[in-house]
């Protein structure tokens, strides 16, 4: 962290970025937040927006259009820049493209001297992180991506809803790939402090392991979903943002599914996937490594591979 006051660069003004810009002036998240796109009049006009709405927000957030000079004295900066998800495209497709648009970005922040945290949304987001990872030469806890926690989300309103209970009252965690290979280990899912998988057991009626495989299914598939009906994602991703940077600047130690680079846990390396993770005020401080059945490690293992194998020949330099 740079100082006393809370500053956050957002690279990419588009749905994604002005979702977690509006949801961080909502929750007052920090101090200063800058804009920066290649379409400099959109931050602008995106800034003076977003500054007309803070009489009636809960903080006097500092906002304003910038470049990349502005990340210098940053203590986070999120990059939600790419190009857009078309219908039927999945993240892996947007890969090559988005390399080349990260080449750009990447290269003039560390130029200006910035010290603190990469959060990276474009997608596909495991391997852009990585990218980052490569391109930065930051340290791996420092560089982040947004990973399964709106996945994980998605997952805790859908079981909440099934179970008719509070969605904060259930913990379940949505692992791997943010993409076609993410699963569910339901082994480590619990309402409370029961097991799902308890629940089902003794309401045998009411409950069922189908609906649950139906509901995995569900979360997967529903980015799909929203952009076949409204063309792209957002807001979810957004709000999701804001939690992870709350976690951050607050030094809260919480335990989010974020893309972490792996060196050795549940077996894998050089990989980043999401997986529960411990965030604080320098980024990751530790990946919580669950106690998966060998049905789950091993499809685990596959979306590593996945990953892997979609990162290799990638030209980051």
């Known amino acids: 962290m740079t100082g006393m006051t809370k500053k956050i660069v957002l690279v ?5 970025g002005m979702s977690f810009a509006y949801a961080a002036l909502n929750q007052g998240v920090c101090d200063e937040l800058v804009l920066c796109d290649i379409n400099k009049e959109r931050a602008v006009g995106e800034a003076m927006d977003l500054n007309h ?5 809960r903080s006097n957030m500092k906002i304003y259009a910038g470049d990349y000079s502005d990340c210098k004295d940053a203590d986070i900066v999120i990059i939600a820049a790419g190009v ?16 080349d648009v990260f080449r750009s970005i990447i290269t003039p922040i560390v130029k200006s001297g910035f010290n603190g945290i ?22 791996s806890g420092r560089v982040i991506g947004s990973g399964t ?14 179970l008719s209970v509070d969605p904060k009252n259930v913990h379940a965690y949505v692992i791997g790939e943010h993409g076609d290979s993410e699963f569910v280990p339901f082994s480590q899912a619990i309402v409370a402090t029961k097991s ?23 979360v997967r598939t529903a980015a799909y979903k929203i952009i076949s009906a409204k063309r792209a994602t957002y807001y ?20 989010l599914t974020v893309s972490t680079k792996l060196n050795g846990e549940y077996g894998i390396n050089d990989v980043y996937i999401g997986v529960p993770s411990v965030i604080g005020r320098n980024g990751i401080k530790q990946v919580i490594e669950l106690s998966l059945t060998d049905e789950e490690t091993e499809k685990l293992h596959n979306s590593a591979k996945i990953l892997a194998d979609s990162f290799e020949g990638l030209k980051c330099r």
């Open 53 to 57: 709405g803070l009489p009636f927000a």
């Open 236 to 255: 979810g991703i957004g709000m999701a943002l804001t939690r992870i940077v709350k976690a951050i600047l607050n030094d809260e130690n919480s335990i």
């Open 12 to 16: 990419g003004t588009g749905m994604v």
């Open 118 to 139: 990469f959060l990276v949304a474009t997608n596909p987001v495991d391997i852009m992180t990585r990218v980052t990872y490569e391109l930065s030469r930051f340290g």
């Open 84 to 99: 857009a998800q078309k219908e039927g495209e999945t993240r892996l497709d947007l890969l090559q493209r988005n390399v």
């Open 149 to 162: 926690t709106l996945d994980s989300a998605r997952l805790r309103y859908l079981l909440g809803d099934y």
């Open 196 to 218: 799902i998988i308890s629940v089902i057991q003794e309401d045998s009626t009411s409950y069922k392991m189908e609906h649950l495989k139906e509901i995995e299914e569900q």
